[in-house]
């Protein structure tokens, strides 16, 4: 079974920086795109970045600058290194993981081309 376990959220003042990480477990990730998301309350489900086989990312405009993903094949952990955080980022970041599509170059930022997701970890940042 294919699982997805994000950890390192929790709670930080505004400006500062945390490193959230994902750990694949059931299936390597070195070929696939690797993507974080989040969810603020009432909100929809946004991409934050991705990171593809070769090691390519892509990020939503409003993080470019300040977050930062890398990934460790050999661990099969990818990160989101995250600073000058906002409160307004207060959210459930999720990595997700798209496991149908081989060595796909594009990284998609629509949460429906990712088919394997986490439980999501919980990131407030106050002010």
């Known amino acids: 079974q294919v699982q997805l376990v994000e950890s390192g959220g929790g709670l930080v003042q505004a400006g500062g920086s945390l490193r959230l990480s994902c750990a694949a477990s059931?299936?390597?990730?070195?070929?696939?795109?690797m993507g974080w998301f989040r969810q603020a309350p009432g909100k929809e489900r946004e991409f934050v970045g991705g990171s593809n086989w070769s090691g390519s990312t892509d990020y939503a405009d409003s993080v470019k600058g300040r977050f930062t993903i890398s990934r460790d094949n050999a661990k099969n952990t990818v990160y989101l290194q995250m600073s000058s955080l906002k409160p307004e980022e207060t959210a459930v970041y999720y990595c997700?993981?798209?496991?149908?599509?081989?060595?796909?170059?594009?990284?998609?930022?629509?949460?429906?081309?990712?088919?394997?997701w986490g439980q999501g970890t919980r990131v407030t940042v106050s002010s």
């Open positions: 997700a993981a798209d496991f149908n599509t081989y060595q796909r170059v594009l990284i998609e930022h629509q949460p429906r081309s990712y088919d394997t």
């Open positions: 059931g299936r390597t990730f070195r070929d696939y795109t």
